[in-house]
């Protein structure tokens, strides 16, 4: 029977933009601008990055990480949701759901562990300078690069794994505009479904707060550091290395919280659709433009790189 009913649910609906019948066009066009720039912005970043030979250090070489982890989070998400918003019947197949929920996490966890080795390169880079070209090594940072991948990979394995081997006896109506755990979970039927909505639960808050834990450790030490500095021109210059990275952290762990920690009890389609948006669209649309603005270094390189060819004046 539980046989049955598993083979019976070949494919999900996703019905998430529904309670919105009369914005789907100006979701399409929104998120379509929105989309494109989050790619032009990241693609901007990362041949910036490989064009200046002065950005050839870890710190950007983790920026570049987190760009390409953007880009492919995004392109898990992103293609399928417009084309769902120009569409009357928005089915994924089973196989596609799983696929898209592992690409997903892995990418989102592939960038909140860059997010936190990117705090650690700004904590060795100012609370110990003078070892940062042997704690940073092209090979130590490589490691830190593949370690994050790596990690990402695992956890959306991990989440993939669990969530998929339940049995689905229907109905098959995802709430939701993307294959994302909590909607999943309401359809699923059987006795371990709450053990497995616990066990995942625990296992992405933990991986969440660990990192943001580590992060906000880093940043405690920097403070520490910069507080030291006499003048209040280093204490600016020090800081201002960091203030692009504080705030994507921000950004990014404040509208996780939002989806991860949000009390228990009924939400509406309405809301959880809204929430979603905030951080599968918004936050890596905000990151880019917060690099390119908040790094004085990146900005400076991007107009050498790129706007000396057409206004050579201003360079």
Known sequence: ???????????????????????????????????????????????????????????????????????????????????????????????????????????????????????????????????????MSPRGCTFLVVWSWAGGSVMGLVVTSAIFQLI?????????????????????????????????GLVCITALLGCCLLILLSYAFIVAAILRIPSAEGQHKAFSTCASHLTVVVVHYGFASVI????????SLEGDTLMGITYTVLTPFLSPIIFSLRNRELKIAMKKAFLSKFYPENI
Not at 42 to 59: C, D, G, Q, R
Not at 260 to 267: A, E, I, R, T
Request: glycine share 6%.
């Open 1 to 135: 029977m539980q046989g049955a009913n598993f083979s019976a649910v070949t494919e999900f609906i996703l019905i998430g933009f529904s309670a919105f019948p009369h914005l789907q066009l100006m979701f399409f066009l929104l998120f379509l601008l929105m989309y494109q720039f989050t790619l032009l912005g990241n693609l901007f970043i990362m041949a910036t990055v490989w064009k200046e030979h002065s950005l050839h250090t870890p710190m950007y070489l983790f920026l570049c990480a987190l760009s390409i982890s953007e880009v492919l989070y995004t392109f898990a998400i992103i293609p399928r949701t417009l084309a769902d918003l120009l569409s009357t019947h928005r089915s994924i197949p089973f196989k596609a759901c799983a696929s898209q929920m592992f690409f997903s996490f892995t990418f989102g966890f592939t960038h909140s562990f860059l997010l936190t080795v990117m705090g650690y390169d700004r904590y060795v880079a100012i609370c110990h300078p003078l070892r940062y070209n042997t704690l």
């Open 168 to 200: 689905f006896c229907g109905p098959n109506e995802v709430h939701h505009f993307a294959c994302h755990v909590p909607p999943l979970l309401k359809l699923a039927c059987g006795a371990d479904v709450q053990v497995v909505a616990k066990g995942v």
């Open 260 to 267: 991860y920690l949000k009390p228990k009890g009924p939400q």
